[in-house]
């Protein structure tokens, strides 16, 4: 499992683009009215409006794994509990899980190795 993404969710994003851009000089992969991205290494930054699931200043982290069904038996078997369904979303297959305390988490693989198994 690979830490890959932190989403942090803004009332603003052109503003919220400002600020990580020309603030904190983080280098701008893309920007969209729903979504930016900007390349800080092996993790991306990304920015997604808040909603009221998702209040401004909310942060989520998103990991990657190769094999999505074994990634899910292992921790289903400790007692972790998914919300959502794997699915094919933005060429990714993209799940949610929460820990202990109701933190939601993002876990994504590749669609191509998933599809025989799911």
Request: hydrophobic share 45%.
């Amino acid at each position: 499992m690979q830490l890959t993404y932190v989403i942090m969710f803004v009332d603003d994003m052109s503003a919220g683009v400002a600020f990580y851009r020309d603030t904190l000089g983080l280098p701008l992969r893309f920007a969209y009215p729903e979504w930016a991205e900007f390349d800080t290494g092996p993790t991306t930054l990304a920015l997604h409006p808040s909603s009221k699931d998702n209040p401004a200043g909310i942060t989520r982290l998103g990991f990657r794994v190769a094999d999505m069904h074994a990634c899910r038996t292992h921790l289903e078997q400790a007692g972790v509990r998914f919300t959502r369904e794997p699915a094919a979303e933005h060429g990714v297959l993209l799940a949610e899980f929460v820990n202990a305390a109701g933190v939601r988490f993002s876990l994504s693989a590749p669609v191509e190795a998933q599809s025989t198994r799911q």
